[in-house]
C-alpha cells in the first residue's frame, strides 16, 4: 500500500514536471541550438527560427546572416588551431578584467551548458564571448546577450530574496527603495570579500567624497 502510494505520489510530480516542460519543449530546443557542441552545426534557419521565437527588437537580419557566416568561418577557424579551444578561450578570460568569470550553474553538470574536451570543459557562454571579440557581429551580439541572460535556475532570484531578509528587517525599517537596491545590487555582484570592499572603499577618494555628500556619482563606474 505504501509503496503504491509513492509510485502514485512520484506519478504526479512527474506529471507536474512534464506539463510546464511540454509548454516549452520548441523554445528549449531552439535556444539549445547555441551551446557549443550545436555550434559547428548551427544553420540559418535556426537562426531565424529563434529570432522569430524570441522577437528580439532592433536586429538587422540581412546584416545578420553575414555575421553569422563570419562567426561560422571564425569558429572553424579557432577550432583548425593546434591549440585546443578550452585553452583558447581561457587563455582569453584570464585578460578580461572586468568580466567575473563564476557562474551560479558551475556546480551543475549540464552538458547543454558545460561540454567536456577530454579533462578539460569549454563553457557557452565563454566562447561566445571569444567568437564575438573576433568578428564585428552588433546583430548577433545582441542574440546571444538575450540568449544567455536568460537564468538557468531561480536560484540568483532566490539569494536576492534571501538577502533582502538582511537588508529590510524592523530595525532597518526606514531604508528608501532605492538604498534598498543599491546594497542589493553591491552584496549580489561584487566578487570582493567584506575586509577587501573595506580596503578599496578607504583606498578611493572619489568614492569616499560621494559618500559623504548628497550628489549622485559621477565618477567611472568601476567592476569590483
Given at each position: 500500500?505504501?509503496?503504491?502510494?509513492?509510485?502514485?505520489?512520484?506519478?504526479?510530480?512527474?506529471?507536474?514536471?512534464?506539463?510546464y516542460?511540454?509548454?516549452?519543449?520548441?523554445?528549449?530546443?531552439?535556444?539549445?541550438?547555441?551551446?557549443?557542441?550545436?555550434?559547428?552545426?548551427?544553420?540559418?534557419?535556426?537562426?531565424?527560427?529563434?529570432?522569430?521565437?524570441?522577437?528580439?527588437?532592433?536586429?538587422?537580419?540581412?546584416?545578420?546572416?553575414?555575421e553569422?557566416?563570419?562567426?561560422?568561418?571564425?569558429?572553424?577557424?579557432?577550432?583548425?588551431?593546434?591549440?585546443?579551444?578550452?585553452?583558447?578561450?581561457?587563455?582569453?578570460?584570464?585578460?578580461?578584467?572586468?568580466i567575473?568569470?563564476?557562474n551560479?550553474?558551475?556546480?551543475?553538470?549540464?552538458?547543454?551548458?558545460?561540454?567536456?574536451?577530454?579533462?578539460?570543459?569549454v563553457?557557452?557562454?565563454?566562447?561566445?564571448?571569444?567568437?564575438?571579440?573576433?568578428?564585428?557581429?552588433?546583430?548577433?551580439?545582441k542574440?546571444?546577450?538575450?540568449?544567455?541572460?536568460?537564468?538557468c535556475?531561480?536560484?540568483?532570484?532566490?539569494?536576492?530574496?534571501?538577502?533582502?531578509?538582511?537588508?529590510?528587517?524592523?530595525?532597518r525599517?526606514?531604508?528608501?527603495?532605492?538604498?534598498?537596491?543599491?546594497?542589493?545590487?553591491?552584496?549580489?555582484?561584487?566578487?570582493?570579500?567584506?575586509?577587501?570592499?573595506?580596503?578599496?572603499?578607504?583606498?578611493?577618494?572619489?568614492?569616499?567624497?560621494?559618500?559623504?555628500?548628497?550628489e549622485?556619482?559621477?565618477?567611472?563606474?568601476?567592476?569590483?
Open positions: 500500500m505504501l509503496k503504491t502510494s509513492f509510485i502514485e505520489f512520484l506519478s504526479k510530480i512527474i506529471s507536474y514536471i512534464d506539463s516542460f511540454d509548454q516549452n519543449v520548441v523554445f528549449y530546443r531552439t535556444i539549445n541550438y547555441f551551446s557549443y557542441e550545436n555550434i559547428e552545426a548551427l544553420t540559418w534557419n535556426q537562426v531565424i527560427q529563434c529570432i522569430d521565437m524570441l522577437k528580439i527588437k532592433g536586429l538587422n537580419e540581412d546584416c545578420l546572416f553575414d553569422y557566416t563570419n562567426i561560422k568561418s571564425m569558429f572553424k577557424t579557432i577550432s583548425d588551431q593546434s591549440i585546443p579551444i578550452s585553452d583558447q578561450v581561457q587563455a582569453f578570460v584570464k585578460k578580461q578584467n572586468d567575473t568569470v563564476t551560479i550553474c558551475d556546480d551543475v553538470t549540464d552538458v547543454d551548458d558545460d561540454y567536456s574536451t577530454g579533462a578539460k570543459r563553457r557557452s557562454d565563454q566562447l561566445w564571448m571569444l567568437l564575438l571579440s573576433l568578428t564585428k557581429s552588433p546583430n548577433f551580439k542574440l546571444i546577450c538575450f540568449l544567455y541572460s536568460l537564468p535556475s531561480n536560484a540568483y532570484v532566490e539569494s536576492a530574496f534571501s538577502q533582502m531578509k538582511h537588508l529590510l528587517s524592523d530595525k525599517s526606514s531604508m528608501t527603495t532605492e538604498l534598498i537596491s543599491a546594497e542589493l545590487k553591491i552584496r549580489l555582484n561584487s566578487t570582493l570579500s567584506c575586509t577587501e570592499l573595506y580596503k578599496y572603499i578607504l583606498s578611493s577618494e572619489d568614492l569616499l567624497r560621494a559618500i559623504k555628500s548628497d549622485k556619482y559621477t565618477f567611472k563606474r568601476k567592476y569590483v
